[in-house]
């Protein structure tokens, strides 16, 4: 078993498993393919902003449009209504705006399900290559922190993130 020094408040030295050249290059291949999925992700919701603006001429920030995906239709109106400078647009444009929170959010979960694919399968090799039983892997999965990658896209996809919008 190799060590790996690690200068954190908490962890000094940790066991990395010896592997194999090819078990080393299927990791590389793996993070590659979670860092492009999840590069082409950010990507994808960086361009919604621009895509919704030139569509509707209302204003709105990344972050926030983003997020609003996951509502229902009518939420997602109500909020977009916020934002524009005449009330009642979102009646105005309802089929265009559901429409196109749709079609973008159908978009979205598909790049977020390719980067869950990704970052499971990473995270099954890492468990074979530390040799888990099925109780350890099961303990594993049990006590993932709230943050931990395979939560957060789970929490995505499902649309569960976004209960700071949800009213």
């Given at each position: ?18 592997t194999s050249n090819s078990e080393s290059g299927r990791v590389a291949e793996l993070v590659v393919g979670v860092t492009e999925a999840a590069e082409e992700c ?77 970052e499971r399968e990473l995270s099954d090799c890492v468990e074979q290559l530390y040799g888990l039983s099925e109780v350890e892997r099961r303990l594993l999965s ?26």
């Open positions: 078993m190799l060590q790996y020094l690690w200068n954190g408040p908490y962890t000094s030295v940790f066991p990395l498993p010896e950010r990507e994808f919701e960086r361009g919604i902003a621009d895509e919704f603006q030139s569509q509707f001429d209302v204003p709105t920030s990344d972050g926030q449009l983003v997020e609003w995906l996951s509502l229902t239709d009518d939420k997602f109106c109500r909020h977009i209504d916020g934002l524009a400078d005449a009330k009642g647009f979102a009646a105005k444009a309802k089929p265009q705006l559901e429409g196109f929170r749709r079609e973008t959010r159908s978009r979205q979960i598909k790049l977020l399900q390719k980067q869950l694919a990704w049990e006590t993932l922190p709230p943050r931990d990658p395979l939560r957060v896209l789970e929490a995505r996809v499902a649309g569960v993130a976004h209960s700071k919008y949800d009213d």
